[in-house]
């Protein structure tokens, strides 16, 4: 007994078989025409369904989702996406349709059946990754989201949707079940890991830089081998993108930041300082012990308060390390809720090294080093009125005044 279907055929060709003999059409070429008819007809109700579509389903999903508070929905339903859905309809409709126009032509019938599956899964992987795109923009937005790498893991999902259809494409070709391909492809493994193995490497280092937080776009990193010194600009499969200070751009494999070092200053900016960890020299021969005059000079200035006396004879050495702590703490432009200290270390051949450490009040790059300037301008300025010199090795004119 012929299914529902069938009937439906047989009554649709009939009924156009007795409108083209109204018309006067000679039956050796019926069924020529027949088939034009009925391709034409499928065509131009594929169009309409698109037209459709367009106007009134698009147009109905922009007035809802303008009507709401909410962001996403603009990513999520926008004209990409909507586009992509509406090139959907033509294909299915004339998948639906086609057998009328070939209902005894079953080779012709196959290869028309084929182009339409093959277009409705490329329009499927495109629809897909432009909402993966859309995602993608919500989350680069998102307060929680906007600083994770995730770039890498679209690309990843986007890959996958493209191998998927691939392969769903050539089974359609070849009238094949996919999962037969799929164990043949799984036989050239090591030919698939060679040719993608930056990408598997890549997907694999992706992971690790964001799940361990190592990285997110917009820390500043140094990395020497690669020639990197900037901020990083995105983190995809393949690529860390990162635009150095002299507004370069340097290109860093993810595996090569999981497998070698590099220096990620996100935790200086995120304290809101910057560290200044730099010495000076002080010739031993002017380390002595102050005269009482020179103590009580310095007993009458603001910055001997707090002065922590050691029973006996000051060094001058002393009272200049307590100085420049008492100038520190009191520069509005060091930070005061950071580490900060005056230390001597083990002495060298060019002299005694005090060591002054301490941080900025900001992470900015330009003030920071006008900072460090000002304050070791002031320190060498100062430094003779405790009887102190800086040590410099013998230059031409020194020798000159030893003749």
Known sequence: MPSTKNKDMETINDTITMWLQQLGVQPESMGTVHRIVAVVGILLLA???????????VTTVKKLTSKTQNKWDDYLFNDRVLND??????PIVITALIPFAFPSEPMTLAF?????????????????????????TISSEHEKLKERSMKGFYQMMKLIVICVGTIII?????????????????????????????????????????ANDMLRPGDWITMPKYGADGSVLEVTLTTVKVQNWDKTISTIPPYALVNDSFQNWRGMRESG???????????????????????????????????????K????????????????????????NLTL???????????????????????????????QAEVFDHLLATVHQFGLKVFQSPTGLDLRYLK
Not at 47 to 57: G, I, T
Not at 85 to 90: A, G
Not at 345 to 364: H, K, N, R, V, W
């Open 85 to 90: 859905f509406c090139h959907m309809v033509p």
């Open 170 to 210: 050539i089974s359609t070709l070849i009238d094949k079940d996919p999962v037969k391909i799929l164990t043949g492809l799984g036989a050239s493994a090591a030919i698939l890991t060679l040719v993608f193995k930056d990408t598997i490497m890549g997907l694999v280092a992706g992971v690790q830089l964001t």
């Open 273 to 311: 300082g910057r560290r200044v960890k730099r010495s000076i020299n002080i010739d031993m021969h002017t380390v002595r012990f102050c005269t009482p005059e020179e103590l009580e000079t310095f007993r009458k200035e603001e910055w001997m308060q707090g002065f922590e006396a050691t029973g």
């Open 341 to 371: 200290m005056i230390r001597q270390l083990q002495p060298t051949a060019e002299g005694m090294p005090i060591e002054l450490y301490f941080f900025s009040d900001g992470t900015e790059w330009i003030p920071y080093e006008r900072l």
């Open 112 to 136: 028309v059946l084929k182009i339409c599956w093959i277009y409705i899964t490329i329009v499927v992987v495109r629809l897909i990754c432009t909402f993966l795109t859309s995602l993608y």
């Open 47 to 57: 169009y309409v369904a698109h037209w459709l579509c367009r106007k009134v389903v």
């Open 313 to 336: 004879e000051e060094v001058n050495l002393y009272v200049f390390r307590h100085y420049l702590e008492h100038y520190l703490r009191t520069h509005p432009k060091v930070n005061q």
